[in-house]
Structures are given as structure tokens and as C-alpha cells.
């Protein structure tokens, strides 16, 4: 099959491109884990990294929360904006965290349990409550990067928030493109993507409180996403049920990428202002882009979003929770 696939809401278009498609046992990577001895985010290390903002609990703690040792936005100064013709520029203010997730240099967030990964939610709700607060931040992007070829230095399992002063471009597209079809049919695209899917052949999973599925013009092999069924804006507003089976939906999602050996990313766009339906973004990196993604901008992914849904759902068949439709 050769497809091009548009994005349910933005213009960015992606090929399926599945008779170059290998299997998923010929996808594997090959996992690598940096050194404990000289880990910043191993017990006893701690005064390797900034001065804490947070730990859960304060004695001998399960979760820390640190300032990134290399921020990609500064705290403090002054806000510098210029503009001449070509050239325009402005300061990158705002926070730049990192969310030590376990004690444990030798387990990945999949190995965790449920309530483990739930508390992990429950600090990413609580920041992002807090960074939200900082005069001038005008979006909040709390995101995962495991793996080399998903941009992490330390394998130890951590997660990062960064709170800025600008609305990235693709994000703003999609706010854009959400807020301009609410505004024409008076109702929630997401809602009604999230009804459609879970009736397609991309249904991974259907909870009482989380739906997941490929995304129809899943831009990267095996991409997920994840979203509170009831309307949400942003990850304040879910309560400890929701999150609760946030987290049994992560951890199955990513067991099966652990089986594959797979590099992620997965990010959480949310707006400091305004309506939206939040959700969680997960990117495998099985795949590297080539010349034509880099010219184009269009992806080529040579597994189908319906073949990626059937490898999930081996993982999602029974739990406490059962299935609603």
C-alpha cells in the first residue's frame, strides 16, 4: 500500500508506505545503559545535580525534581526582542526541569508499577501547575526522551518540563487548527476523533477514563497517543482515577516497545490559556528520516497505523479495568 494520510486536524501529510515495511523483530535496537558510577541521578549523587526543587517523599526519596544542569531557556534576566527584516529574536525565557523518576539506575519506566507510574503523572500535574504560575510562560511541554537515537544523555529514567515564553510553531498550528473547527461545528474535534477511532481497526485500547489508537497519519512507526475520554484541557484537571489509568496505559504501551528494544520520545503539549483536549503523544524512534522527510516535511512511515494498532493490542488484552466502547 502507498497512501498519502493528512492529519485529522493540521496540514501535514504523511505516506504509508507498508511494501517497505519489515516486521517488528527486524525493527529491534539494541538497548545501551550509561554507567552507574558517575549517574547525577543515582542515590547518594545527589549533590551532582542543582539544589533540588522537590522529592517524593522528602526522606529517602522515590521521585526527584532538579533543575536541568543545562537549560534550554534561562530563569532569569532581562526579555530582549529584535527585529530587523530577516533576523528576529528573543529571549528563551522561562523553567527547564528534569523529573528523576526512580532510585533505580537499572529500570526504565516500563519496569515500574502502575502506582509507581502514577505517582509520576501525579508530579508531571503538580510542576506543571507550578510553572504555569511564572509571569510570561505561554506553554508548558513535559516530555520523555529514552534512548540515544530519542536524544537522552543519561539512561538513567528521568522525564523533563519546559515552560517557555513562546507557543512552538507545531503546536500553534494544531491549537489553530482545534480552536478554528470547534469555533465552526461548536464541539470538540478530539472528542469526536476519539469516537470515531476507537470504532477503526486503530483501537488499541477503550477504559472508563483513557482511549488510545494510531494516529490515522501516524507520523513515526508504532505512534500512540493517549487521551482522558472525558474533555480535558490540560493534566491539572485529571483526578487520581484518570491518572491512575493513565499510567496502566502507559506502562502496556510501553512494555511493548521495551519487547521491540525501541528508542521513544513522548511529549504533552498543553496551552496556559484556552480550550483543548490534552493528550499524550508517543513517538518510537524505529526509523530514521531521510532526505525526503528533511526536504519535504512529509514522513514516510512503512508501517501501517492499523498493523502498529494489532502489535499494541497483544499487550492491552486483559486488565482491571476492562473495555467500554
Not at 526579555?79 to 523529573?99: M, P, Q, W, Y
Not at 526512580?102 to 503538580?126: F, G, N, P, Q, W
Not at 509571569?135 to 530519542?150: C, D, T, Y
Not at 493490542?313 to 482491571?320: G, H, L, Q
Request: net charge positive; with cysteine.
Amino acid at each position: 500500500m502507498h497512501e498519502l494520510r493528512k492529519d485529522y486536524l493540521t496540514d501535514e501529510w504523511v505516506i504509508i508506505a507498508t511494501s517497505r515495511s519489515k516486521r517488528p523483530q527486524h525493527l529491534k535496537h539494541k538497548a545501551k545503559r550509561s554507567a552507574k558510577k558517575n549517574c547525577p541521578f543515582c542515590p547518594g549523587h545527589e549533590h551532582m545535580t542543582p539544589k533540588e526543587i522537590a522529592s517524593y517523599p522528602s526522606k529517602r526519596w522515590r521521585i526527584r525534581v532538579v533543575p536541568n544542569k543545562y537549560p534550554a531557556v534561562q530563569s532569569r534576566g532581562p526579555i530582549v526582542k529584535t527585529h530587523k527584516e530577516f533576523f528576529n529574536s528573543l529571549t528563551a525565557f522561562g523553567r527547564h526541569e528534569v523529573i528523576i523518576e526512580t532510585r533505580s539506575h537499572y529500570k526504565d519506566l516500563a519496569d515500574l508499577s502502575v502506582e509507581e507510574i502514577k505517582h509520576v503523572l501525579k508530579v508531571y500535574r503538580e510542576r506543571f501547575i507550578a510553572l504555569g504560575r511564572i509571569k510570561g510562560v505561554k506553554e508548558i511541554v513535559i516530555f520523555k526522551n529514552q534512548g540515544f537515537s530519542a536524544g537522552a544523555s543519561l539512561s538513567h529514567a528521568h522525564s523533563q518540563i519546559i515552560a517557555i515564553n513562546k507557543v512552538s510553531e507545531r503546536f500553534g498550528n494544531e491549537l489553530k487548527a482545534y480552536r478554528e473547527y470547534k469555533k465552526k461545528k461548536k464541539a470538540c474535534p478530539y472528542c469526536k476523533i476519539i469516537k470515531a477511532e476507537l470504532k477503526s481497526a486503530r483501537r488499541v485500547y477503550a477504559g472508563r477514563h483513557i482511549a488510545c489508537f494510531t494516529p490515522y497519519a501516524s507520523r513515526a512507526a508504532y505512534q500512540l497517543l493517549v487521551f482522558p475520554r472525558e474533555h480535558k484541557r490540560n493534566i491539572a484537571m485529571l483526578n487520581d482515577a484518570e491518572l491512575e489509568e493513565f499510567a496502566l496505559v502507559l506502562k502496556r504501551a510501553l512494555l511493548a516497545l521495551k519487547d521491540l528494544n525501541a528508542d521513544f520520545n513522548y511529549f504533552i503539549h498543553m496551552p496556559l490559556s484556552g480550550d483543548f483536549h490534552m493528550h499524550l503523544n508517543l513517538m518510537p524512534r524505529l526509523l530514521l528520516r531521510a532526505g525526503f522527510e528533511e526536504a519535504t516535511e512529509c514522513i514516510v512511515n512503512i508501517v501501517s497505523p492499523e498493523e502498529a494498532a494489532s502489535f499494541y493490542r497483544k499487550y492491552f488484552k486483559a486488565d482491571v479495568y476492562g473495555e467500554h466502547t
